[in-house]
């Protein structure tokens, strides 16, 4: 055992920054650009900075629970260090396992949308869905096996697709029309913020950097550096992404082409080349993303069921993968099937938007322990709360079928925790005080 822990390879900035950035960079941009652009127009870029800076005021709170509860578990350990074991958290937690299964939804959608485009020219809803559902079984099978990426060939899709979204950035801010970007073209401030805050799903990939703190080198400089940067580069990145995006494409077009728009605005300086080129990437990237998502889900309701908040189903072994990945695929099949990009968008980003409210909160209330500043944390617990209050009112006022979705998860969510938690206490069960054992163990030292 001694051995092992001295050979274990740390890992450095570089690598927690691209996972930080491989985690928010995943299918999102390819599936929420035409969505924020639909409900911001010609203010989709100022939408997406406002999600970064939500996301940016949170990661404060994640750097200094990281430090201080170091812990392959990251957001179920700081939930639970905060709220303790009972209800409350196995809510929480299982909203967050939930909202994997929704951005696997979303990753599928956005798969299946590029996909019909490349083959068919445009999205045809029969090749869409077989899409969708074909990529989930694929890659579930596969993780299953214990094939899943390497490291390496993460990081060469991590490459790619940031190789792609630049050079698209490059070659089409020259053709940018920035007549289309004039304060006339803006919708409403509260479609603006339903904008930002509906593709808020974009930026959450940050909080994978948490579940590494343990293993990184020199955490106390290299942590809080890979949060900030790898969040700061993707904010920069999104918002010149939305800003060639709508420069080169008009608003009906937009509309016409939501569910791959992306591709579609790299055809005025690229031509149909670079339809296919922004395609297969798209296609690329959202494949890394259902594979890295499912192996992430798998683990994250293997996590949670160590806690007893899940089923002991979650922890069994099929093959090399976990029997949880199956119940997830099949879940994120009916959810990408079923339900239209604008249902999944809002599901995911105010699952998580809740979550990341109560992990800024978690900080506000052991701020002793992790010896952070108060006010930043109750001002990251306002802001994403609020964000999720607007984008519940806002779709409430104007698109009431889109919070469907989300009603189905947080209902089914809490009713199923709410049973399960009762069935333990009727067994006799007791939940667990730590997800970690290393930071029990630590913990018990100190006391």
Not at 40 to 63: E, K
Request: with cysteine; charged share 15%; proline share 2%.
């Amino acid at each position: 055992m001694e051995n092992t822990k001295t050979t274990k390879k740390k890992i450095g900035f570089w690598e927690a920054f691209s996972i930080g950035v491989g985690g928010m960079v995943g299918g999102g941009i390819f599936a929420v650009l035409g969505l924020t652009i639909d409900l911001s127009r010609g203010a989709a870029p100022i939408a997406f900075g406002i999600a970064g800076f939500i996301a940016l005021i949170t990661v404060y709170s994640y750097v200094k629970l990281s430090l201080r509860y170091p812990s392959e578990g990251g957001t179920i350990e700081f939930i639970v260090q905060a709220y303790g074991n009972g209800l409350f958290s196995s809510i929480i937690n299982n909203i967050l396992l939930f909202s994997y299964v929704v951005m696997l939804a979303l990753y599928a959608y956005a798969f299946g949308s590029y996909g019909s485009a490349l083959f068919l020219g445009s999205d045809v809803e029969w090749l869409h869905k077989a899409l969708s559902a074909g990529v989930i079984i694929l890659f579930t099978f596969i993780n299953l096996l214990g094939a899943v990426m390497s490291g390496k060939t993460e990081d060469i899709m991590v490459f790619l697709k940031i190789a792609i979204l630049l050079l698209f950035i490059a070659v089409g801010y020259f053709s940018v029309d920035w007549s289309h970007m004039a304060p006339s073209e803006w919708t409403s401030m509260p479609s603006i913020l339903a904008g930002g805050f509906m593709i808020f799903l974009a930026y959450e990939g940050f909080e994978l950097i948490a579940n590494t703190a343990r293993d990184i080198e020199n955490p106390k400089q290299n942590l809080p550096k890979a949060f900030y940067s790898s969040v700061i580069f993707v904010i920069i990145l999104y918002i010149l992404i939305a800003i060639v995006a709508v420069g080169n494409v008009s608003f009906q077009e937009a509309k016409e082409a939501q569910d791959y728009v992306l591709a579609k605005a790299a055809e005025p300086f690229f031509g149909h080349v670079g339809f296919i080129l922004i395609g297969i990437g798209a296609v690329l990237s959202t494949a890394s993303a259902i594979n890295a998502t499912l192996y992430g889900g798998g683990r994250t309701a293997y996590l949670i069921a160590k806690l007893g908040e899940l089923p002991d189903e979650f922890e069994k072994k099929v093959k090399s993968g976990f029997e949880g990945m199956i119940i997830l695929g099949l879940l994120s099949i009916i959810f990408a099937t079923t339900f239209n990009i604008n249902n999944i968008s809002v599901a995911g980003s105010l699952g998580f938007l809740i979550v990341f409210a109560l992990v800024n909160f978690a900080n506000f209330v052991l701020h002793k322990e992790t010896k952070g500043n108060r006010f930043i944390s109750f001002f990251g617990t306002v802001l994403c709360f609020g964000a999720a209050i607007v984008l519940v009112i806002h779709n409430f006022i104007y698109s009431p079928t889109s919070l469907v979705t989300s009603m189905v998860v947080l209902f089914g969510v809490t009713i199923f925790s709410y049973l399960y938690y009762k069935f333990r206490q009727g067994k006799g069960k007791r939940l667990e005080e730590f997800m970690d054992k290393r930071l029990r163990d630590e913990e018990n030292n100190l006391r």
